[in-house]
């Protein structure tokens, strides 16, 4: 199933963590998708923090670089040129259900999230979601997470994982949550990938391409890059597209457990 409904495929981007790099790759998957003639619609459901640009979601420990408070969206509109929305915006670097409480806003339900996908699919070929922080981040107040919004609009799921030590068990526990709950995986991009990787990394970089398809890696840094830059190079930081949902290639981290 490509879409809960329209024609639009439902790319959701998630990570492993916070800071991975989600924000760069959905902006460079972006560009590479409309470098093949697709129109590109991005969705962020939640954005939580932008008084001061703490967060680094560029992957590089650099932060944003802009000091600006920009959100995850318009980073990616900046980037990619394409259409970018949110759901909601919240001042505080937090989980979104604490955010929220401390903004002292309702935070909207995931139908509510699932109609804009919706909406946004009606009129794009490829619609992607960037997630907030990693895949189980709850992003309503009925417990609501960014797999059940995957699930929901029968999206497909590109896992960004980080290059170095701990990144194998961290992308295998993501990777079985995603099977357990159905929800198909076209690959893992790797969110920011040194200049001069290490041997842990290299060897990293080969393992992770066993537990489901290695579709990229963006350069560390790469948000940093000139905006003509950043387009020019970013379709050929992937070696594949991702593709619907009902002909992607599963997981092959191998249905452990029940």
């Keep these: 199933m490509d879409t809960a409904a329209g024609t639009g495929v439902i790319l959701v981007v998630t990570g492993t963590d916070t800071g991975v790099g989600k924000t760069v790759v959905t902006a460079a998957l972006a560009v590479a998708l409309a470098a093949a003639g697709r129109r590109v619609a991005v969705l962020k459901p939640v954005q939580a923090g932008t008084e001061d640009d703490l967060g680094d979601d560029l992957g590089d420990g650099l932060g944003d670089g802009l000091g600006d408070g920009l959100g995850d969206a318009d980073v990616v509109r900046r980037l990619a040129g394409v259409r970018a929305a949110e759901g909601i915006r919240l001042p505080d670097p937090m ?75 961290h992308t295998a526990l993501t990777l079985e949550a995603l099977e357990r709950r159905g929800v198909a995986v076209p690959g893992l991009v790797v969110g920011a990938w040194p200049r001069s990787p290490s041997e842990v990394e290299r060897d990293n970089r080969a393992r992770l391409a066993r537990l489901a398809p290695l579709l990229g890696a963006v350069p560390a840094g790469a948000g940093q890059l000139p905006v003509a830059e950043f387009r020019r190079a970013a379709p050929g930081w992937f070696t594949g597209l991702p593709q619907a949902a009902s002909t992607s290639a599963r997981s092959s981290f191998g249905g452990r457990g029940p």
């Design 95 to 169: 989980a979104p259900v604490a955010a929220a409480a401390r903004a002292g806003v309702r935070l909207p339900g995931l139908a509510e999230h699932c109609a804009h996908v919706e909406r946004l699919a009606a009129d794009h070929d490829d619609v992607l979601v960037e997630g907030t922080g990693g895949l189980l981040v709850e992003l309503d107040g009925s417990g609501g997470t960014v797999a059940d919004l995957a699930g929901l609009t029968g999206a497909s799921t590109v896992v960004v994982c980080r290059s170095g030590l701990g990144t194998l068990n």
